[in-house]
């Protein structure tokens, strides 16, 4: 599995960005594919998940209303739009892949089994 993370840059506050996340080497029907984000000094934390056959989707309470996950099947493609972007959002992104599981926490990094390089995201306020 190959993830290629891209999309991200410096914009002003209440601007917004697109984030894509590209995912090759598999089938990825029954798995769920997840950003996170980790600001300098701070943890991997989550962002927003969705599930590739359903799409469900999953989102932090500091995202919620602000970014919207998506995926486009015959792209193999998920997206992050982020919205009214807030320099608390400062931090490099990643995109992660998981197989869906009953005993998988899609809010955890480390339940996640690939990833994505990361993409710097700034946003000045």
């Known amino acids: 599995v190959q993830l290629q993370a891209s999309g991200g840059g410096l914009v002003q506050a209440g601007g917004s960005l697109r984030l894509s996340c590209a995912a090759s080497?598999?089938?990825?029907?029954?798995?769920?594919m997840g950003w996170f984000r980790q600001a300098p000094g701070k943890e991997r934390e989550f962002v927003a998940a969705?599930?590739?056959?359903?799409?469900?989707?999953y989102y932090a309470d500091s995202v919620k209303g602000r970014f919207t996950i998506s995926r486009d099947n015959a792209k193999n493609t998920v997206y992050v739009q982020m919205n009214s972007l807030k320099p608390e959002d400062t931090a490099v992104y990643y995109c992660?892949?998981?197989?869906?599981?009953?005993?998988?926490?899609?809010?955890?990094?480390?339940?996640?089994?690939?990833w994505g390089q990361g993409t710097q995201v700034t946003v000045s306020s």
């Open positions: 992660a892949a998981t197989r869906f599981g009953l005993s998988v926490n899609v809010l955890r990094a480390a339940d996640y089994d690939h």
């Open positions: 969705i599930s590739w056959s359903r799409g469900t989707t």
């Open positions: 080497g598999h089938t990825f029907s029954g798995y769920v």
